[in-house]
């Protein structure tokens, strides 16, 4: 038995030094863009509060505000529209090409009132580096992969403080010195947040990175349901149809359903995808999409949220479970916590082994 303990000790001191920056990192940010996304809407009202109109309901058609962008950025450039989703809302506009940002815009008059880079500002900057570490899908992978080595730390760290007698001691001691102190502060933190850190660690892993999903997808053995094709040989010439009249096709599937995106690709021979959020969809941007020919308008495909394979389809309820949109302001503040404190299980272990690493060279 002292030599298995060793072992997990081992296992669990050595990966935890091998990954414990990007976990202070990965918390601390992530607890950070909780407080710092409603301030930064507070800070910079132009992004994303549009002025009163007394026309309630009117609008400025998508196309009148998509042509300028095309014509700025030009053609190899993607464009996703974020609509207003209250009357006070912004038109967001995701610019993907030789700049990438969000411009915003009126939702009424159409006017631009402001734009922003990706990494722009330090709540953009935060997001990426919450996100991706500034390293989009080689970030992305990396967070995957520590995810899971954080799933070896929660059952290595569960082994070594497994108690010999119940009920276990929750008690830190704050005066028996630093060093026991934060002996305590890890391990007790560690055992009674370690599910919700686990939960927070591996659903942001998961929408990182795409290959866990096309894994589930896979296990399960479903059929992964892809975006459709446009057919070369019955794309007639013309102009494209206009966003506006596309957007209407779309929300003919599902009448009286809010738009949450509009993806216009910038390859000519790949269709525009209407996101839809429907009524019973958890997720609050939706994932109902709505595939069209770019050119003729016909529907090329219908994806209904719940009838997508299983790896996308759990993104419905992993994306709002990850940003607390599932539980409200109650759950946001548990995952800011564990955030806060996955932080601060990084920083003691790493603490307390260069104290006693120093006590044992001394």
């Keep these: ?31 950070l863009l909780v407080a710092a996304q409603p301030l930064d809407r507070w800070l910079h009202p132009a992004f ?26 030009g053609p190899q450039t ?17 610019v993907r090409g030789p700049w990438n940002g ?18 722009q500002g330090f709540v953009n900057t935060l997001f990426k580096l919450h996100s991706s570490l500034l ?20 059952v290595t760290g569960l082994i070594l403080w497994w108690p ?10 704050l005066g028996r010195g630093v060093l026991r102190a934060l002996f305590d502060l890890h391990r007790v933190g560690g055992v009674v947040m370690g599910l919700v850190i686990a939960v927070s660690v591996a659903s942001g892993a998961y929408m990182a990175w795409r290959p866990l999903g096309g894994a589930i997808t896979w ?32 929300r003919e599937q599902f009448p009286g359903t809010p738009v949450g995106y509009i993806q216009v690709p910038a390859q000519a021979d790949r269709p525009v995808r209407i996101r839809l959020m429907l009524p019973d969809d958890p997720h609050p941007n939706g994932l109902t999409s709505v595939w069209l020919h770019p050119v003729t308008g016909d529907v090329l495909a219908v994806h209904r949220w719940n009838a997508l394979d ?32 996955l932080g601060m299980l990084g920083i003691t272990g790493i603490w307390l082994w260069w104290r006693r690493r120093k006590a044992r060279q001394a």
């Design 164 to 173: 010999r007698r119940w009920p276990p001691s929750w008690k830190v001691e």
């Design 48 to 73: 994303f509060k549009a002025p009163g109109h007394e026309a309630a309901g009117a609008s400025v058609a998508l196309e009148q505000v998509l042509l300028p962008l095309r014509a700025e950025f």
């Design 1 to 31: 038995m002292p030599r298995l303990r060793q072992l997990w000790l081992r296992t669990h001191r050595w990966a935890a030094l091998g990954i414990g920056w990007i976990l202070i990192l990965s918390g601390l940010t992530g607890a």
């Design 219 to 250: 296990m399960s053995g479903a059929t992964p349901v892809k975006p459709p094709s446009v057919p070369k040989a019955s794309t007639p010439p013309g102009q494209p149809r206009t966003l506006d009249t596309l957007v209407a096709k779309a």
């Design 78 to 94: 993607s464009f996703t529209l974020r609509p207003a989703r209250e009357s006070t809302d912004t038109l967001w506009v995701l």
């Design 102 to 119: 969000t411009v915003y815009f009126d939702p009424v008059s159409g006017r631009e009132q402001g734009r922003r880079g990706e990494t």
């Design 310 to 341: 299983p790896g996308a389809r759990a993104v419905a309820v992993i994306y709002p479970l990850h940003t607390g949109v599932l539980g409200g302001l109650w759950l946001e503040l548990v995952f800011a916590v564990s955030g806060l404190i």
């Design 135 to 154: 390293l989009q899908g080689t970030g992305k992978a990396i967070l995957a992969w520590v995810a899971l080595v954080y799933l070896l730390l929660l």
